[in-house]
């Protein structure tokens, strides 16, 4: 390393500069659980990155990423040996500029930081309740606590929010791991894919998401002491008797932030249990047919060697229990469209009539009919005659569902459309053999339903023939 020094400033804006090198240190250091990184990978981890560099730039990295340099400027805090190697151990502050760049650094919260920092809350609120100083911002021994305290909340409630704003990925990640593992065509590869998955979602679970949870927890009850929220409500109740509302209603805000958090981190307990119920299943799955398939090759090789047998002894499917009662399985049933010409027809049956329909209507002579409720004759009768006018006019085709369509024809062109009005249409299409226009009627034993106005009908299924002539 180079033994020349730069100022702290210059230091940290090459730092900055060239950020990479120091996100995969700390990413090394996180993966390790480790509050230091060892100088062998410090300086291996530089020298990869200086390769593709020039010389002047070779040169200006080395001088400020050299060990003596970075302990000059107070941004290493230590370097020590142990078990024969030398470890360097970074300002926390400096690291903690570097994972505001790179989200997938932020650190994950555990069940021992949690406790730690709940732990100097409480001894602050001890002090506070001991009523061994005065309660006035004129005493520094008084503002130095209170200081210390908001600064510890503030702490704890940017903690948090950093894991959540990484918490809330997971989701993606989920996914991205799930499509990876389904792309393996290896089933080997797909085993030890989701076997890796669930083990890494399994452990995030329980060492970071459900201990923050329930640390979260308004009404979880902890053995060593009141949890976060029974001491933030003392404290508030310290500021109330004080007649210090500016600070009670800052608790109260902390309270407020708190419980929002723990509502957005158990939907993402929610989602993560979700997904490693459906892995572990499909992995169970996986694992009971990739079981299934040895055990039938195995039988399959026993007749390639037995010259009387040609089939596979029944007793494997028995035995195995899976394949019993398979053949009285439902079938899917295939939806033949596009190539079924009975369903072609009626498709452009139903086309060529509702563009005739169309036709129809543009001419005016119906553009005014109007549904109507009134249970007068003469106005009922008049209905009925239009109604009558218009199914007369309307073009007839071969149908599945006669009364399906004379409704979807009524209810585009007529106003205030009723179910009554369908009820005339068709008692004048079963009494008219000119209105069928050469079709015959089939009532068929199939039922169907129609929603009218919030109301559901049941009706036998009509369809409709065209007659031919021998």
Request: glycine share 4%.
């Amino acid at each position: 390393m180079s033994d020349k020094r730069l100022l702290t400033i210059p230091t940290f804006a090459i730092m900055l500069e060239h950020h990479t090198i120091m996100r995969d240190v700390i990413r090394t250091m996180d993966e390790g659980g480790e509050p230091y990184v060892r100088e062998a990978t410090f300086i291996s981890r530089l020298h990869r990155y200086i390769q593709g560099q020039n010389k002047d730039k070779q040169k200006q990295l080395r001088t400020a990423f050299s060990t003596d340099n970075l302990l000059a400027t107070h941004i290493l805090v230590d370097k020590d040996e142990f078990g024969g190697e030398s470890r360097l151990i970074f300002d926390r502050a400096v690291i903690g500029v570097f994972r505001l760049f790179d989200r997938s650094l932020f650190q994950d919260l555990t069940d021992v930081a949690l406790k730690v920092q709940l732990g100097g809350i409480r001894l602050l609120l001890e002090k506070l309740q001991s009523g061994s100083m005065l309660y006035n911002d004129g005493n520094l021994d008084f503002k130095e606590l209170i200081d210390e305290l908001f600064h510890q909340l503030s702490e704890l409630l940017n903690s948090i929010r950093l894991n959540l704003v990484k918490m809330q990925t997971i989701n993606q990640e989920l996914s991205d791991a799930s499509e990876l593992a389904a792309k393996s065509e290896n089933p080997q590869v797909f085993s030890l894919l989701q076997q890796e998955s669930i083990e890494k979602i399994s452990l995030l679970l329980s060492r970071h998401i459900l201990p923050t949870r329930q640390f979260l927890d308004e009404k979880s009850r902890l053995k060593d002491g009141p949890n976060l929220f029974e001491c933030m409500q003392s404290l508030r109740s310290q500021f109330e008797r004080h007649q210090d509302h500016p600070r009670a209603n800052a608790m109260l805000r902390y309270e407020v932030s708190f419980n929002s958090f723990h509502k957005q981190i158990s939907k993402i307990s929610h989602s993560v249990d979700q997904f490693l119920a459906r892995s572990k299943k499909r992995l169970k799955q996986f694992n009971a047919i990739e079981t299934a398939f040895g055990d039938l090759v195995k039988e399959l090789d026993a007749t390639k060697h037995n010259l009387k047998r040609s089939q596979i002894d029944g007793q494997f499917a028995r035995d195995n229990g899976t394949f019993m009662g398979l053949m009285q399985q439902a079938r899917p049933k295939v939806l033949r469209i596009s190539s079924s010409e009975a369903y072609l027809n009626n498709v452009v049956s139903d086309i060529d009539a509702r563009v005739a329909d169309k036709g129809l209507l543009d001419q005016g002579r119906y553009v005014e009919l109007v549904s109507t409720k009134d249970d007068s004759t003469e106005r009922r009768l008049a209905r009925a005659e239009q109604i009558f006018e218009l199914v007369k006019q309307m073009r007839m085709a071969e149908y599945q569902d006669l009364t399906l369509s004379l409704h979807r024809r009524l209810n585009e062109h007529l106003v205030d459309y009723h179910f009554v009005d369908l009820l005339e249409g068709l008692n004048f299409l079963l009494r008219s053999e000119s209105v069928l226009d050469g079709h015959i009627l089939k009532m068929t034993n199939f039922r169907q339903r129609i929603t009218q106005s919030d109301t559901i009908y049941l009706y036998r299924k009509i369809r409709t023939e065209r007659v031919t002539n021998p």
